[in-house]
Structures are given as structure tokens and as C-alpha cells.
């Protein structure tokens, strides 16, 4: 509601000052680009969108397997704490996207490289969050299974993985913001696809109702991806959900 | 006190840690037997070593010296051991029927067989009708009941508790001392309790062993002769109050 009041507000406040399109569009040119045939066709929406949310995706397939996997090994052995630990420390401290160009030298252009470079953006909250998650179990907790003779596995299956679940998820959401800025990136360097090489090449021609357009796809993928994980919380984790209806009872 | 049904025999048990200031006698040399269903509490002020004691014999903790004798050739500690926390340590992404199940889990038994089991202990410590809640949904004490249906699922011999009420609140805590004594007759095991309570371990015990202070030496063993099973009402008698002044005075505090 109050967004289709602002929107309203908008299109009046255009009209009425006059304002150029290559300043700010009005939400129905805006609208036009997606819709007015002769844009939709020269826009190619669903390629883009199809190039974008696979490379989001994959980057965050790729970051939720490899991180949960490093936060794993790094609890497993505290040898490997100790060695892996301060490198991905270090590594985290140089800006990621800066190696944007690197991976593109050596990976090429497509989806590919994107996607390296949005797991390389976005890898390192997952392993913090996973690690920390695993770690934090109460001494007595552990106890509880070791006088039954618990093996390392069992320990990990019944009591570390679990108890890492709502710190993974407070990774993966951090992650997933990461993931699309990771893509978007690879694709403004260089792409022949995706939502980033559409805003470029809109701007090479100073079309401004496309580039908003893209904005609010964009806005619309983000939050359909949030929504998405916040779901999957719920489903993975309903025991969460159970507690605070409790309170209510009790 | 040497029957034929003792189950556990301790044996000059010692433990001394390692600190940085040197060592430190957590438990000097304790002796004392265990028999068959016997319900014992271990008295003593705190710091004197009782949790010790006990995570000993739980195998959770090395042992410095002496022995633990067990007198049964069947009895495999991994398996005939029932461990109840101070806290009540359940699994808050588990279901209390899943909690319940967690030994089973761990020591790689038919999972099926033993849910029907878990049925009857939630039972047992008035948990019907609970099993499908999360253990955030229930209260302190009905927490530390899942824990008690837990440490009996695998149907140990021998159940440790170290001072299981310790958390809840007086009124709770003896309506649970009541309910253990009840668990306790209904699953005929064998009970060491550990607790810094006279008057809980004088109602729910045989056998109350004393522990002095740092470094811990057994400085008395009282049996108490109170007439099974026991009601909120021999609280109030002469021979109750007997008891719990002697063992008072023999921890000084009198």
C-alpha cells in the first residue's frame, strides 16, 4: 500500500516538474520497458534473468557446500584450525571483488567465472558462522554423549551439525547478498549475459527507464531469494519456531 | 558391608589435577561399596570433589589412583550406565521422544525396538502425551524428567546422578524427589545421587556417604533404616531429624 502510494507520488512529481527520462523515468516508462513490445523484445529480459539468477545460484550452491565442508575440517582437527585458519583470515582482508579481473584472465568470460567470483566474495561468512556454530557446544553437552562412548562422527551427526544450524543460517543470509553482488560484478567486467551487462550496456545508452527496470528485478530476485532461505529455516529448523509459540502458552 | 549382590566397589580412588600452581587433591583416597538396587547419596560441602567422583566412574574423567572394582562379569560400562546432569542437557533440536532415543543412537542399537520402550518411560516420569514437544516448550522439571527417561532408556544397571535438582525450585524438588523414589522401586536400579542437600539424600538413600571438604576423605556412612516407601511425613519425625544432625555434625557445620 504504501508502496503503490510512493510510486503514485512519483509518476505525479515527474509529470508535474517535467523531468527528463535520462534524469529520473517515471514508474510507467519504467514499466514500458518490460512490457512495450519493441523494449521487451531489444531487452531480452528472461535471458538476462535466466544468466543472473543461475550464476546466483550456483555461487551459492558452491559457497554453501564448500563452506559448511572447510567449517567441518577446521573443527575436526585443530591442527587444521590452526593452519588454515590464519590464511583465510588474511584472505578475507584483501577486498575480494578486487580479484574480479584475475579470475576472468584465467577463467574466461560466461557464467563461469562469475559465479568463481561471487564464491570467492561470499564463501567466508559461511565458514565463520558454520565453524563458530560447531564450536559452540557446552562442554556438558559433549560429556552427555562421551560416557557413551560417542565416536568423533556421532558427535558431529547428533550434536555439532545441529547445534551449528542457526549460526549457518545468519552465514547464509549474509552469503546470499554477497552471491548476487558477486555476480553482478563478473558481469559488469565482462559478460555477454546477465542483469549487470544489461545495466552497462543501458547505460552506454543513456537508457535510464531500462536501468531502473533492472533495478527492480533485481530488488524482486533478492527478495524471492531471501524469502526463499527464510523458509528453508523454518522447514530445517522448526524446533526455532515451536519455542516462541510456547511462550505464548506457557 | 561385602554381600554378594554389591554391584561397584571403590577402592582408595584418588584423583589429583594438574594446575598451574601445582597439584591439586580433588579427591583423596575414597572407598565404598555399591549394592544391587540400592538407592546411595554421596553428601559432602561443595568443591569436595563429588562430581569428580562421579565422572570417574562414568569413565569421563582419568582416574590418578585406586580402583574400581565391578562385580558383575556382564556389566559393560558403556552400557550399564545411566548418567543424569546437573542441568538437564537436552537436545533442543530433537523432539522429547528423540532426546529419550539419544543412547540408543549413540551406542548403535535397533532404534526400533526401544521406541515403544521410550513410550513407557515418558510414562513412567509423567510425560504423557509430551513426546512430540520440544524440550523448549516444557518446564525445568519436566526437563530433567526427559533427561531421567533418557538415562534409563538403554536400561543400565547402574544410574549416576549428580545433583539432578539442584536447578529447580524447593517445591518442584521435592515433588521430584518423590517421583524419582517412585521411577527408582517401579525400574529397580541401582542409584548413586550426589547431592549437597542432608535432608534430600537422608529421605531418598539406603546409604548416605559423607565427604569432608578438599582434599575429600570419606569421613562417614550412615544407612538409613526409614521404612520404604517413603512419604513427605517422616520428614517431620524424630528419627529423620537424627539422621540429618548427625551427618551435619560430621561435616561440621554444627
Known amino acids: 500500500m504504501v508502496v503503490v502510494i510512493l510510486l503514485v507520488a512519483w509518476q505525479i512529481l515527474v509529470d508535474a516538474l517535467k523531468i527528463k527520462k535520462y534524469i529520473l523515468p517515471s514508474p510507467k516508462l519504467i514499466l514500458d520497458s518490460f512490457f512495450d513490445p519493441r523494449m521487451a523484445a531489444k531487452n531480452k529480459w528472461w535471458r538476462h534473468i535466466f544468466a543472473t539468477a543461475g550464476g546466483v545460484l550456483g555461487s551459492f550452491a558452491l559457497t554453501l557446500f564448500a563452506g559448511v565442508a572447510i567449517a567441518i575440517f577446521l573443527t575436526w582437527s585443530k591442527t587444521a584450525n590452526r593452519l588454515i585458519m590464519p ?3 588474511l584472505f578475507n582482508s584483501i577486498p575480494k571483488i578486487a580479484l574480479a579481473p584475475l579470475f ?3 577463467l574466461g568470460y560466461g557464467v563461469f567465472p562469475n559465479i568463481m567470483i561471487a564464491f570467492t ?3 567466508f561468512p559461511v565458514v565463520i558462522n558454520a565453524a563458530t556454530g560447531m564450536q559452540a557446544v557446552d562442554d556438558d553437552l559433549l560429556d552427555l554423549v562421551r560416557y557413551l562412548n560417542a565416536s568423533q562422527l556421532q558427535i558431529f551427526t547428533k550434536i555439532r551439525i545441529p547445534n551449528s544450524l542457526p549460526y549457518l543460517f545468519a552465514g547464509i543470509k549474509t552469503s ?6 558477486g555476480v553482478l560484478v563478473g558481469e559488469f567486467i565482462a559478460s555477454k549475459r546477465g542483469l549487470g551487462y544489461l545495466l552497462r550496456d543501458a547505460q552506454a545508452f543513456i537508457d535510464m527507464p531500462t536501468m531502473f527496470a533492472c533495478l527492480v528485478v533485481l530488488a524482486i530476485m533478492g527478495i524471492s531469494f531471501f524469502g526463499l532461505i527464510s523458509l528453508a529455516e523454518r522447514l530445517i529448523m522448526p524446533w526455532r519456531f515451536a519455542a516462541v509459540e510456547s511462550n505464548v502458552q506457557r | 558391608m561385602s554381600e554378594n549382590n554389591t554391584l561397584l566397589s571403590i577402592r582408595n580412588l584418588r584423583k589429583v589435577y594438574q594446575t598451574r600452581d601445582g597439584e591439586l587433591e580433588a579427591l583423596g583416597s575414597v572407598s565404598f561399596d555399591v549394592n544391587e538396587r540400592e538407592f546411595v547419596s554421596i553428601v559432602g560441602p561443595s568443591g569436595c570433589g563429588k562430581t569428580t567422583l562421579l565422572r570417574i566412574i562414568a569413565g569421563l574423567l582419568p582416574k590418578s589412583d585406586g580402583e574400581i572394582i565391578v562385580n558383575q562379569s556382564n556389566f559393560d560400562p558403556t552400557r550399564e550406565v545411566g548418567f543424569v546432569f546437573q542441568k538437564a542437557l537436552l537436545l533442543h533440536w530433537r523432539r522429547v521422544l528423540d532426546n529419550v532415543l539419544l543412547p540408543i543412537e549413540i551406542l548403535k542399537l535397533d532404534r526400533k525396538k526401544y521406541i515403544d520402550r521410550a513410550y513407557e518411560l515418558l510414562k513412567l516420569v509423567g510425560l504423557d502425551g509430551f513426546e512430540k514437544r520440544y524440550p523448549n516448550e516444557l518446564s525445568g522439571g519436566m526437563q530433567q524428567r526427559v533427561s531421567i527417561a533418557r538415562a534409563l532408556i538403554h536400561d543400565p544397571k547402574l544410574i549416576l546422578m549428580d545433583e539432578p535438582f539442584g536447578a529447580l525450585d524447593a517445591i518442584t524438588r521435592e ?6 523414589l517412585r521411577i527408582w522401586s517401579e525400574a529397580q536400579k541401582t542409584i548413586l545421587f550426589i547431592t549437597h542437600e542432608i535432608n534430600e ?3 531418598l538413600s539406603d546409604r548416605v556417604i559423607v565427604l569432608s571438604a578438599r582434599p575429600s576423605k570419606m569421613v562417614g556412612s550412615y ?4 521404612e520404604r516407601p517413603r512419604t513427605l511425613q517422616q520428614k517431620a519425625t524424630a528419627e529423620f531429624g537424627e539422621y540429618t544432625v548427625n551427618i551435619y555434625q560430621k561435616l561440621e557445620v554444627v
Open chain 2, 201 to 203: 539424600a537422608v529421605f
Open chain 1, 176 to 181: 546470499a547478498t554477497m552471491c548476487v553482488v
Open chain 1, 104 to 106: 576472468l584472465l584465467w
Open chain 1, 87 to 89: 590464511i583465510l583470515v
Open chain 2, 223 to 226: 544407612d538409613i533404616d526409614l
Open chain 1, 121 to 123: 566474495v561470499a564463501f
Open chain 2, 175 to 180: 515433588k521430584m524427589n518423590l517421583e524419582l
